[in-house]
């Protein structure tokens, strides 16, 4: 079974600085998916960003990147100049490629984000 | 086009009562799957329905809890003989197919067993 770790249960950040939580995965897989979610207070489960294991490119959504290591199993989001909407838990997940019928979504237990004005 | 739809928002509900939750997908979506949040942790996955199928339930609890997603309305999740332990944020997430696509999470029902 696949597992997900977030080591760091809170981080914080000075606005407008970069930050980078972290994430690590274990599987036997090798074609997957990950993703990273936000969940601010109103406990809605925004999309942040997504990437496949096959691209070796690491996906870009605006400030938002990630540094994906295969190898390591290691799956970082990098938060550049952070505002003060970022705040907020933000969940790693892991999903199989979608055959057979497993699609779910595994999460790690979260990282609790607080920007500092 | 509107985004999933859950209801209710909040559900209180005293112990032995039963509990359900309603999940309508995004259009044109015909999978999907229920979580559960417990307090200051991640989701855990309940359960993956297609349309009048039940296609993994590994994560659904053996006993008082059931799901179905029926050819014409929402998917339900019901919690029968609620338990305080049952208290947790309970969400519906919808997708159109496999594939690399992230869910499209609802806003979750909150349920309080008191």
């Known amino acids: 079974a696949q597992t997900v770790t977030q080591s760091q249960p809170e981080m914080s950040v000075q606005e407008a600085e970069t930050v980078t939580l972290s994430c690590t995965y274990d599987?036997?897989?090798?074609?997957?998916?990950l993703f990273w979610y936000k969940q601010p207070p109103s406990r809605q489960m925004i999309l942040v960003i997504r990437?496949?294991?096959?691209?070796?490119q690491n996906a870009t959504e605006n400030r938002f990147s990630v540094n994906f290591q295969k190898a390591a199993k290691s799956f970082s989001l990098k938060i550049s100049d952070s505002q003060l909407g970022d705040a907020a838990m933000y969940f790693c997940?892991?999903?199989?490629?979608?055959?057979?019928?497993?699609?779910?979504?595994?999460f790690g237990t979260g990282t609790r984000l607080t920007i500092i004005p | 086009n509107a985004g999933v739809m859950q209801n209710p928002r909040h559900l209180v509900r005293r112990r032995g009562q039963e509990a359900r939750l309603r999940c309508s997908p995004m259009?044109?979506?015909?999978?999907v799957y229920w979580y559960r949040q417990l307090p200051e942790e991640g989701l855990k996955f309940m359960v993956y329905?297609?349309?009048?199928?039940?296609?993994?339930e590994s994560g659904m609890p053996k006993e008082r809890f059931s799901a179905e997603f029926p050819k014409e309305g929402p998917s339900i999740l019901r919690i029968q003989q609620v338990v305080r332990g049952d208290s947790a944020a309970y969400f519906c997430?919808?997708?159109?197919?496999?594939?690399?696509?992230?869910?499209?999470f609802g806003s979750g029902t909150r349920l309080t067993v008191v």
């Open positions: 997430a919808s997708s159109p197919l496999t594939g690399p696509y992230g869910y499209t």
């Open positions: 599987t036997s897989e090798s074609d997957y998916y």
């Open positions: 990437q496949e294991a096959y691209k070796q």
């Open positions: 997940a892991y999903r199989s490629p979608g055959n057979f019928g497993n699609e779910k979504l595994t």
């Open positions: 259009k044109g979506h015909s999978h």
């Open positions: 329905l297609q349309k009048e199928n039940i296609i993994d």
